[in-house]
Every structure is written in structure tokens, then in C-alpha cells.
């Protein structure tokens, strides 16, 4: 028996794939004082954990919420001076700096970036001074005292593990 295939127009480029300008929910901007905590613990450059987090960071910087990301665990390696063959090449145009790159632009928007000083050092071999300027390196009892400093104030806490 024949399989009869579901046939349509080739996708052209500059075609939008979906409908991306219905907004089913209203926009919500942050009331004043409000928080957003994002606790990143992930492989770096092991999927896309870590810049989608990011990206939902810089957004919740724009609609007003006081922002602040941790990574810890193997994303300290996140925040670091890195590239090939020297610091700040890509590479062969593979995307080295991407992660920096939003850490810087994440900086740039006002929000608080730190980075756990334990698990740099002894996970990863990472130096503070391998940290990208404007990274807070943190004591990692320092984790557990800013959930609970963002729970107090009735933040959003964002928290994702990959590993």
C-alpha cells in the first residue's frame, strides 16, 4: 500500500514559520521593588539552558524587575574570559564568545552577575581574575543566603539544572 504524503509550498527565507505576533497574555511589567533570582547550574555550551536563561534574565531587567544571576556548579565556567586562538577570538566562527557575550550584555543592562568561587576553583580550574569584569565571585554558603534573601522579598526565582 502506497503512503500518501502531506504536500505544501517550499518554505521560502524571510517566511515566518509560525504566527509570532499574537500575544496571548497581557505585559507584564514589574511593580516597583520587585525581584528575579536565576540560579544557573549547567554544562557550558552543553544545550541551551544556560542562554535562554540569560535571555529571560535581560527580558525580566527590561520589564523593571531588580536582577540577579548565580552560576555555580560547572556554568561557573560561564562567565570567564575565554576564545581561540586568543582571548576574545570565536574560534573558527563556532560561536566561542557567545556565552560572554551575553554575560557582558546582561552586565551592561544592570543586572548582578555572580559566580560561585568554589565550584570555579575546584570543579573547572577557573580563577577570579579568569571572571569577566563586573562578576561578583561569591562564597558558596553565599548561594543558599540569596534564595532565602529572594524568597524574603517574594522574588521569582528561576532554577535550572542540567548536568
Same mark, same amino acid.
Given at each position: 500500500?502506497?503512503? /500518501?504524503?502531506?504536500?505544501? /509550498?517550499? +518554505?521560502?527565507?524571510?517566511?515566518?514559520?509560525?504566527?509570532?505576533?499574537?500575544?496571548?497574555? +497581557?505585559?507584564?511589567?514589574?511593580? +516597583? &521593588?520587585?525581584?528575579?533570582?536565576?540560579?544557573?547550574?549547567? *554544562?557550558?555550551?552543553?544545550? $541551551?539552558?544556560?542562554?535562554?536563561?540569560?535571555?529571560?534574565?535581560?527580558?525580566?531587567?527590561?520589564?523593571?524587575?531588580?536582577? $540577579?544571576?548565580?552560576?555555580?556548579?560547572?556554568? $561557573?565556567?560561564?562567565?570567564?574570559?575565554?576564545?581561540?586562538?586568543?582571548? &576574545?577570538?570565536?574560534?573558527?566562527?563556532? &560561536?566561542?564568545?557567545?556565552?560572554?557575550? %551575553?554575560?557582558?550584555?546582561?552586565?551592561?543592562?544592570?543586572?548582578?552577575?555572580?559566580?560561585?568561587?568554589?565550584?570555579?576553583?575546584?570543579?573547572?580550574?577557573?580563577?577570579? /581574575?579568569?571572571?569577566?569584569?563586573? *562578576?561578583?565571585?561569591?562564597?558558596?554558603?553565599?548561594? %543558599?543566603?540569596?534564595?532565602?534573601?529572594?524568597?524574603?522579598?517574594?522574588?521569582?526565582?528561576? $532554577?535550572?539544572?542540567?548536568?
Amino acid at each position: 500500500m502506497a503512503v /500518501e504524503r502531506v504536500k505544501g /509550498e517550499k +518554505p521560502k527565507k524571510g517566511q515566518a514559520i509560525v504566527n509570532y505576533e499574537e500575544k496571548v497574555f +497581557p505585559d507584564h511589567k514589574a511593580n +516597583p &521593588g520587585e525581584k528575579a533570582l536565576f540560579l544557573v547550574h549547567t *554544562v557550558p555550551y552543553e544545550g $541551551s539552558v544556560a542562554g535562554i536563561n540569560m535571555l529571560t534574565a535581560i527580558r525580566c531587567k527590561k520589564k523593571g524587575y531588580d536582577t $540577579s544571576v548565580i552560576f555555580y556548579g560547572p556554568a $561557573s565556567a560561564i562567565p570567564v574570559y575565554r576564545g581561540w586562538p586568543n582571548i &576574545g577570538d570565536d574560534g573558527y566562527g563556532a &560561536g566561542i564568545q557567545l556565552y560572554p557575550n %551575553l554575560v557582558q550584555r546582561m552586565l551592561n543592562e544592570g543586572i548582578k552577575v555572580y559566580a560561585c568561587r568554589f565550584s570555579a576553583a575546584c570543579l573547572i580550574g577557573v580563577r577570579e /581574575e579568569d571572571m569577566l569584569e563586573g *562578576v561578583k565571585p561569591i562564597h558558596p554558603t553565599d548561594i %543558599l543566603d540569596i534564595v532565602i534573601e529572594h524568597h524574603r522579598a517574594g522574588a521569582m526565582m528561576f $532554577s535550572t539544572w542540567t548536568v
